[in-house]
């Protein structure tokens, strides 16, 4: 291909310069034309970043929503936990030789704690449980220790083991301590317990 020389305007000192028009003296220019598609493309991005405003203010507003209904849910989660509270059975001190021996198939020895109510409202109350799968036990014993706090008052209970046997006494004191006391016609003899005893507080 061959090369194009460009030619440059001079003035009287020889220096360049570049003429300017109009595009009224530009001849097979459409300005109507070119006027409304520059306008139309003005139109169009006003158009878009009025778009633009308005999705940056909606997501704003989402993002308050959830900023909201995040805390909601996690007063809501806080209350609930605060209502209704349950330990699931937890196992508690006995002698091994004794321990889950009473009925080898049965419960095995543990205590269990249900709250429900707000801690803030005096209405709340506790459901306690304890069970007993304890065998070898004599006269005065101290058969079990329970955790710490969790006898608020001293509980006394009689447990049925043997059909043949008197049922065994049991004091839970508030210390954790579980004494047993046989019936004065059954001292002479070990005995054995298996039940489950639940109280309100």
């Not at 459901?127 to 710490?148: E, M, V």
């Not at 579980?178 to 019936?183: F, G, H, I, M, T």
Request: aromatic share 6%; net charge negative; hydrophobic share 35%.
């Amino acid at each position: 291909m061959a090369e194009i020389n460009h030619r440059y305007l001079k003035d009287n000192d020889g220096d360049l310069y570049y003429p300017i028009t109009h595009i009224d003296a530009v001849q097979g220019i459409d300005q109507e034309g070119t006027d409304n598609a520059l306008t139309d493309m003005n139109d169009k991005i006003n158009q878009m970043n009025t778009l633009i405003d308005k999705a940056n203010k909606t997501i704003e507003e989402q993002q308050k929503t959830i900023k909201n209904n995040s805390k909601d849910i996690e007063i809501l989660d806080l209350a609930m936990g605060d209502m209704v509270g349950d330990t699931g059975w937890i196992d508690y001190q006995v002698p091994s030789k004794m321990k889950n021996e009473a009925v080898k198939s049965g419960f095995p020895c543990s205590i269990r704690e249900v709250r429900a109510g707000s801690s803030m409202n005096e209405k709340s109350f506790l459901i306690k449980s304890i069970r007993f799968n304890i065998t070898g036990i004599k006269d005065g014993q101290q058969i079990a220790q329970l955790p710490t706090g969790f006898i608020t008052n001293i509980q006394t209970v009689d447990i049925v083991g043997s059909a043949r046997k008197a049922p065994v006494s049991l004091k839970l004191r508030d210390t954790g301590v579980v004494e047993a006391q046989l019936k004065d016609y059954d001292t002479s003899n070990e005995s054995w317990i298996y039940g489950q005893y639940t109280w309100l507080e």
